[in-house]
Antibody
Framework: QVTLKESGTGILQPSQALSLTCSFSGFSLSTTGICVSWIRQPSGKGLEWLADICWDDGKGYNPSLKNRLSISKDTSNNQAFLKITSVDTADTATYYC????????????WGQGVMVTVSS | DIQMTQTPSSMPASLGERVTISCRASQGISNYLNWYQQKPDGTIKPLIY???NLQSGVPSRFSGSGSGTDYSLTISSLEPEDFAMYYCQQYDSSPNTFGAGTKLELK
């Protein structure tokens, strides 16, 4: 059974760095064709893909935030991480991690999401 | 970036009704089009990948079709659990992008 769960800082001040962790089970990030992605959703708005990290350590970033994003993984402990630097109020959102299956080219399992608020 | 335009943004419908949600890409996406369902509690469920392939466990009343720039999701007979938000997503070109969503509401 595949599960993913996000955790991270709930409330931050502008200019701080946001660190998020995706802890998963039921699959390995060393399996060919498997990646973990981060997607966010401001309240009442749509979904925005942020970044991927894959089995071969390949990484992808959304160019709109690329300079502020850093994704990494700990394969042995089944975790993936996202760091966003210099946050501001526009980064307030629910952050989801999801498994990306290269074979189906879709996000086939999602976490429940973690709410992050940026406020002074 | 490829823009994904979903229509309608909201749709009142009745139990048992057949509904279709449309998604148009700003350029051709070679059938790399996925659909997701989001419930009010935020839970997101994948429904269809690569235009018309049902994810495991998704009821057969859901179907997808399309090509080029135009795609659609059809629910053949609405069940109570189908009233939710629906999003399309393209995976042809990076960054992958989502439509703004369609809210399926009980009439």
């Amino acid at each position: 059974q595949v599960t993913l769960k996000e955790s991270g800082t709930g409330i931050l001040q502008p200019s701080q760095a946001l660190s998020l962790t995706c802890s998963f089970s039921g699959f390995s990030l060393s399996t060919t064709g498997i990646c973990v992605s981060w997607i966010r959703q401001p309240s009442g708005k749509g979904l925005e893909w942020l970044a991927d990290i894959c089995w071969d350590d390949g990484k992808g970033y959304n160019p709109s935030l690329k300079n502020r994003l850093s994704i990494s993984k700990d394969t042995s402990n089944n975790q993936a991480f996202l760091k966003i630097t210099s946050v501001d109020t526009a980064d307030t959102a629910t952050y989801y991690c999801a498994r990306l299956n290269i074979g189906t080219t879709d996000f086939d399992y999602w976490g429940q999401g973690v709410m992050v608020t940026v406020s002074s | 970036d490829i823009q994904m335009t979903q229509t309608p943004s909201s749709m009142p419908a009745s139990l048992g009704e057949r509904v279709t949600i449309s998604c148009r890409a700003s350029q051709g996406i070679s059938n790399y089009l996925n659909w997701y369902q989001q419930k009010p509690d935020g839970t997101i469920k994948p429904l269809i990948y690569y235009t018309s392939n049902l994810q495991s466990g998704v009821p057969s009343r859901f179907s997808g079709s399309g090509s080029g720039t135009d795609y659609s999701l059809t629910i053949s007979s609405l069940e109570p659990e189908d009233f939710a938000m629906y999003y399309c997503q393209q995976y042809d070109s990076s960054p992958n992008t989502f439509g703004a969503g369609t809210k399926l509401e009980l009439k």
